[in-house]
């Protein structure tokens, strides 16, 4: 007989869920006393008692560090609080669609996925907790607001303390708990089959199979980054789809990742692009953590946008045999996600819905079947299958599209561009700023856009002129329950349909995430294979113009001369000083490098105090959250004639690092230690030619003797005679 025991507890006033859950650093889950307990009891508090002994959850999570710890405490709160059964991947393995695919395949109440998506994992990184409702998909809002609440007043939670399961056994576990009827049931189940098996009934698997195991088999290189669906791509498209195993790299879930941020995009699935490029294999694709986002790349590693990706799935959707049996109901996008998807629905006279950013509002349109086929820019595409976005259905849905074109990746996209026009699209992240002055910066941003006399003024650009139509706050109406989901983003409209919009995420573990988004069409055929950097304003002309202005953060405030432009300019150019980057290691053997930052013209850096032989596992050891902010450091010069002034430039004291980043008002970036170091014969302000070992103290007398002692310095860059290459990065 298992024991149940009630334990006083204390809320917490900051579990509130974001887009896709509770995500916290994994040390606030383990340090803070019951923090995920706390939360745990107050997802199954929302289910009323007298359902609870029927009911059945879905457990599961991506792999990552403390999800095991947190399935065990799952158990335990669920058994004492009289949930019925639970349904758990086996050892805790569930990719996101797959949780979704058995919620619906057994009518469950829903399910408890644990996961953080494409936030890194380990120790030091991210832990989260979803819930997801009984049509597979994540919870809506009138339900998380409910946790929240519940979370903020809790006063105790029930648990049954001796209560364990073997995760790693397939089968049926009961256990009789005292003052129950029922025996508590945990039923561990495959982690793949069931998904498997919906995908068989989705796509043709015959057609699959003899493109990648016929005698012209596609090469296909599959990156799963050492996340959950790794299980998944090796049991479909290598053992039953016939793809040579080598095919699939990194399927195997870590607990970290291997070290690596679980995000599949050009920066962190560099790996992947770069095999891609050696034109080895005609398709590439990548997951994130927990297997609901996906990158598709084609030969020499052409990059798919996501927002075409959709697109071109959408103008071809009759290659998947289960649309030609349910038909096409409706099409739709996030807000932020390019108008690619707009053109197809359009040619093609398919409803489109234009929803706020959360796979949740697809739901809602899918459970009145108003919807088939959604996608969002972050790297997420899904049908009406499941309720969840699916990293694997979108990689299937291409490899049909290519067995029925029987043409290359880009091929189909330029084909694409050539009958609806291209959309170019490109996002600017600012991660973890602070969220008081994050709020702050969007109140003032709608303020000055708000002007009506904004409305209709033209700015041009190179040959082209944009035309402001709209400036709003996008707001949703839920064409099917009539809710309102107001503030989604500020957005400014052009004539021609390009777009500029600031959003704030909710998708981080700490702080605020502010998003920019730029979405410029271009029909003339001429341009629609340039590059998407270049097309869109280049760097002089970009803040004398509206989307210039917009874009130009950390570009020179002097350039933004129009009345209307400037103070719109200078309240985005705010974004610059709130900025807080990734760290990487340099010691006493490594050369500064000198680096352009297109997008946010921000470097990072961190020196050692003392030399260690693994740098890499030190810098790992010094995230943010341990260090001191010491002061900040403004530093002004001159660089071929032109003014630069380093807008944030915040330096961290750990307890063996420091660390920092510098952000620059010009589109370029110069790695200021370099500098100095070049320059301490002449200047002796800061270190002295090779003192490289540094120790606290040296960095405090480094402000403490600035000219204006407070950690102010003036340079001569022309003096230093750096040489800046402009490589014109890609981002």
């Given amino acids: 007989m298992v024991k149940i025991v009630t334990v006083k507890t204390k809320a917490y006033q900051d579990q509130k869920p974001g887009t896709s859950g509770l995500r916290k650093r994994v040390k606030v889950f383990q340090s803070s006393s019951n923090y995920a307990e706390n939360f745990i009891q107050s997802i199954i508090s929302t289910v009323e008692p007298a359902q609870r002994q029927e009911a059945t959850l879905v457990v599961g999570g991506d792999g990552r560090f403390y999800m095991k710890e947190a399935i065990q405490l799952i158990v335990r709160i669920a058994a004492a609080n009289g949930i019925g059964r639970l349904v758990i991947g086996q050892n805790g393995i569930l990719s996101t669609p797959a949780v979704s695919c058995i919620i619906r395949k057994i009518k469950a109440i829903g399910g408890i996925i644990l996961t953080a998506s494409h936030n890194p994992g380990g120790p030091n990184g991210d832990f989260g907790i979803k819930f997801n409702i009984s049509n597979g998909g994540p919870a809506p809002e009138a339900i998380t607001d409910k946790i929240f609440q519940i979370s903020k007043t809790i006063e105790e939670y029930a648990i049954c303390p001796d209560l364990h399961v073997d995760l790693g056994v397939l089968g049926k576990q009961q256990f009789d708990l005292e003052n129950k009827f029922k025996p508590f049931t945990v039923e561990i189940v495959d982690s793949v089959e069931a998904y498997a098996t919906m995908l068989r009934n989705i796509f043709d698997f015959n057609a699959l199979k003899e493109l990648l195991s016929g005698p012209n088999r596609l090469k296909i290189r599959i990156d799963a980054m050492h996340g959950v669906v790794g299980p998944y791509v090796k049991k479909i498209l290598c053992e039953e789809l016939g793809a040579p195993a080598n095919s699939a790299v990194n399927c ?6 291997g070290g690596h941020h679980p995000d599949p995009n050009l920066t962190y699935a560099a790996d992947l692009v770069e095999t891609m490029k050696t034109g080895e294999h005609d398709f590439g694709a990548a997951f994130d953590g927990d297997g609901d986002r996906n990158m598709i790349l084609g030969k020499h590693g052409f990059f798919v946008n996501p927002s075409d990706s959709v697109a071109v799935i959408a103008a071809n959707i009759f290659s998947i045999p289960y649309f030609q049996q349910t038909g096409v109901r409706g ?14 629905a359009n040619a093609t006279k398919i409803a489109l819905y234009e929803t706020p950013t959360g796979w949740k509002f697809f739901g809602n349109l899918m459970d009145a079947s108003k919807l088939s086929l959604c996608g969002e820019e972050s790297f997420g595409t899904g049908s009406d299958h499941i309720r969840e976005k699916d990293g694997l259905w979108a990689v299937l849905a291409w490899l049909s599209i290519l067995a029925t074109r029987k043409q290359s990746v880009e091929d189909i996209l330029k084909d694409h561009w050539q009958k609806y026009g291209r959309n170019f699209f490109t996002r600017y992240d600012y ?3 602070e969220a008081e002055g994050a709020n702050k910066m969007m109140k003032e941003l709608e303020a000055l856009i708000s002007d009506r006399s904004f409305v209709g003024k033209q700015f041009p650009v190179g040959d082209k002129v944009y035309t402001v139509e709209k400036i709003d706050n996008f707001e949703y109406s839920d064409p099917v329950d009539g809710s309102i989901s107001r503030n989604q983003g500020l957005r400014l409209l052009f004539a021609d349909g390009s777009r500029i919009i600031f959003r704030l995420s909710g998708t981080g573990s700490a702080g605020a995430t502010i998003r920019l988004y730029i979405d410029s069409y271009e029909k003339d055929l001429a341009k629609i294979y340039q590059d998407p950097q270049e097309l869109l304003p280049n760097q002089s002309s970009r803040a ?3 989307l210039g202005s917009i874009e130009s953060v950390g570009n020179k405030l002097e350039d933004a001369e129009a009345d209307v ?7 985005v150019q705010r974004l610059s000083t709130m900025r807080e980057t990734g760290v990487r290691s340099l010691g006493p053997e490594d050369a500064l490098e ?14 050692p105090w003392t030399e260690e032989p693994d740098r890499k596992t030190e810098a790992q050891n010094c995230p943010a959250s341990k260090s001191q902010e010491l002061t900040k450091l403004n530093l002004k010069g001159r660089y071929n004639d032109g003014v630069c002034t380093f807008l944030s430039s915040i330096f961290h004291f750990t307890d063996n690092s420091i660390y920092g980043s510098l952000t620059l008002c010009q589109g370029f970036v110069v790695p200021v230690l370099d500098a100095a170091n070049q320059s301490a014969r002449q200047k002796n302000t800061f270190f002295e030619e090779s003192k490289w070992t540094l120790t606290e103290t040296d960095y405090r007398e480094i402000f403490s003797k600035s000219p204006k002692g407070n950690g ?8 230093v005679k750096l040489e800046i290459e402009d490589k014109n990065e890609k981002p």
């Fill in 712 to 719: 102010t310095y003036d340079f001569d860059f022309n003096a």
């Fill in 594 to 607: 000198k680096e352009m930052a297109i997008h946010s013209s921000t470097i990072a850096w961190k020196i």
């Fill in 544 to 546: 004398k113009t509206s």
């Fill in 252 to 257: 195997v879930p870590l607990e970290d990742f």
């Fill in 331 to 344: 099409f739709a996008r996030s807000m932020p996600t390019s108008g690619a998807l707009d053109r197809v």
């Fill in 565 to 571: 432009e400037a103070p719109l300019f200078q309240a």
């Fill in 431 to 433: 991660e973890e700023v």
